[in-house]
C-alpha cells in the first residue's frame, strides 16, 4: 500500500486564489510527522510546512496551512492568496517514528500546480 | 548560514566510468541524507548518516553505489561502474535532529550515456 497519496498529478489556479492540495497517508504509527515540500523547475526541495501528529492546531507559515484531519488520515496543503511564483511541484512527505529508519521521509508522487493570470 | 552544498550540479558521464557526487551539509547539523529522483520512482532515500556514520543504507540500489562521510563537513556518493538507469537527480539533505526538517541541497543531475 502507498504510504503517501497525492492523488491530483495536476492543478490549475487563478492568482490571487486559494487552492488546497491533497494528500492522504496510510501509519499503525501513534507518533509521525508530515511535511510539504516545493520543487521549483530550477529543481530544489524548498520545505514548506510541518505537521506533527501529536499537534492540536494546524500548522501555519505564512501563506501556506496544513489542514491535518487525523481521524481520515489527510494533510491538505491550502495556499492561500496564489501567487505566480507558486507554480511548481509540491511533494508531500511523512516521516514515521517506529521504523528502522527513524528519520526515514517517505515522499508522495507530488502534485504540479500551476498559476495562471 | 549557507544551505546544502552540493557540487557538480550537472554530470554527464559515459557507461562505466566512475562518477563522484559531493555534499556539504549545513555546519551543526547531525544528520545527512542522500536521495534520488527519477521520473518512475521519485523521490526515494538512498543512505542516511548520523554524526559521520552511515545508519541505513538499504535503499543503495546495488554494490555499485557507496557513500561515505570522513568527516562532519564531506559527504560523497560514488557510482562505480555508472550505468545509464543511474541518470536522476541526486539530492543531499542535512538536519539537526533526527525528527527534524531536512534541508535539501540544489541537487545533482546526473545524465549516464
Known amino acids: 500500500a502507498q504510504k503517501i497519496t497525492q492523488t491530483q498529478p495536476g492543478m490549475f489556479v487563478q492568482e490571487k486564489e486559494a487552492v488546497t492540495l491533497d494528500c492522504t497517508y496510510d501509519?499503525?504509527?501513534?507518533?509521525?510527522?508530515l511535511f510539504w515540500y516545493k520543487q521549483p523547475s530550477s529543481g530544489e526541495m524548498i520545505f514548506l510546512i510541518y505537521q506533527g501528529s501529536y499537534d492540536e492546531q494546524n500548522a501555519t507559515e505564512g501563506r501556506y496551512s496544513l489542514n491535518f484531519q487525523k481521524a481520515r488520515k489527510s494533510a491538505n496543503l491550502v495556499i492561500s492568496a496564489s501567487q505566480l511564483g507558486d507554480s511548481a511541484m509540491y511533494f508531500c512527505?511523512?516521516?514515521?517514528?517506529?521504523?528502522?529508519?527513524?528519520?526515514?521521509?517517505?515522499f508522495g508522487t507530488g502534485t504540479r500546480l500551476q498559476v495562471t493570470l | 548560514d549557507a544551505g546544502v552544498i552540493q557540487s557538480p550540479r550537472h554530470e554527464v558521464t559515459e557507461m562505466g566510468q566512475e562518477v563522484t557526487l559531493r555534499c556539504k551539509p549545513i555546519?551543526?547539523?547531525?544528520?545527512l541524507f542522500w536521495y534520488r529522483q527519477t521520473m518512475m520512482r521519485g523521490l526515494e532515500l538512498l543512505i542516511y548518516?548520523?554524526?559521520?556514520?552511515?545508519?541505513?543504507d538499504s535503499g543503495m540500489p546495488e554494490d555499485r553505489f557507496s557513500a561515505k562521510m570522513p568527516n562532519a563537513s564531506f559527504s560523497t556518493l560514488k557510482i562505480q561502474p555508472s550505468e545509464p538507469r543511474d541518470s536522476a537527480v541526486y539530492f543531499c539533505a542535512s538536519s539537526l535532529e533526527v525528527r527534524g526538517k531536512q534541508y535539501f541541497g540544489p541537487g545533482t543531475r546526473l545524465t549516464v550515456t
Open positions: 501509519t499503525s504509527d501513534q507518533s509521525y510527522g
Open positions: 555546519s551543526g547539523h547531525d544528520y
Open positions: 548518516f548520523n554524526n559521520n556514520v552511515p545508519i541505513d
Open positions: 512527505a511523512m516521516r514515521e517514528k517506529n521504523t528502522g529508519t527513524a528519520s526515514k521521509l517517505t
